[in-house]
Nanobody
Framework: QVQLVESGGGLAQAGGSLRLSCAAS????????MAWFRQAPGKEREFVTA????????YYADSVKGRFSISRDNAKNTVYLQMNNLKPEDTAVYYC???????????????????WGQGTQVTVSS
């Protein structure tokens, strides 16, 4: 069992930066692929970025490539999302997710992830 708690959300101006953190409980954190998804009002939850269990591979949605960066520190049981050059369309609730390191599903598949945090609000003003 893994419990995930996000932090670091808030209000930013367009062009600004925020850093989200996701702290995980449980000794098996390092064996999970981790991801960030987001959900804007009235929209479906969408993939943002993911990182493999060792951190050697990262994946990004086209909408955030070059602006967002995911990383993890397995010693601290934490995954991070650095968000730069924020845009108003990045406004959403951001969710941390953990799932199997080995799966037939892609890293961008919602159903790959068994564990979810409660979400943290990110609001970007223009």
């Amino acid at each position: 069992q893994v419990q995930l708690v996000e932090s670091g959300g808030g209000l930013a101006q367009a062009g600004g930066s925020l850093r989200l953190s996701c702290a995980a409980s449980g000794r098996t954190f390092s064996s999970y692929a981790m991801a960030w998804f987001r959900q804007a009002p009235g929209k479906e939850r969408e993939f943002v970025t993911a990182i493999s269990w060792r951190g050697g591979n990262t994946y990004y949605a086209d909408s955030v490539k070059g602006r967002f960066s995911i990383s993890r520190d397995n010693a601290k049981n934490t995954v991070y999302l650095q968000m730069n050059n924020l845009k108003p369309e990045d406004t959403a609730v951001y969710y941390c997710a953990g799932g199997s390191a080995r799966s037939g599903l892609g890293y961008d598949a919602l159903t790959r992830y068994n564990y979810w945090g409660q979400g943290t609000q990110v609001t970007v003003s223009s």
